[in-house]
């Protein structure tokens, strides 16, 4: 299963968005110092969940990288993430 998916899956899973894309954007790091050379490590989350709601960004944020603690510790170097209310 690539990183992608494992992020969608743990997302859907967790909050049941009503929208959530997951792109990997780790092509346009490629050279990095900190950009390994198989990709994957990259990504832009835009999440739409009622789990969201009454919550500021950063606490939506935490909520977010909270499930994804193990893969942000290992292949995931950069999140950037929209989080939204339903």
Do not use: Y
Not at 18 to 28: G, I, N, R
Not at 45 to 73: P, Q
């Amino acid at each position: 299963m690539s990183v992608a998916d494992e992020i969608s899956r743990r997302l859907s899973a967790a909050f049941q968005p009503t929208h959530l894309s997951v792109e990997d954007v780790s092509w346009q790091h490629a050279g990095h110092a900190a950009a390994p050379s198989g990709g994957e490590s990259h990504f832009n989350v835009d999440i739409v969940s009622a789990a969201f709601a009454g919550k500021n960004r950063v606490m939506c944020h935490r909520l977010v990288t909270a499930e994804l603690a193990d893969l942000l510790a290992g292949p995931i170097h950069a999140l950037q993430l929209s989080t939204k209310s339903a």
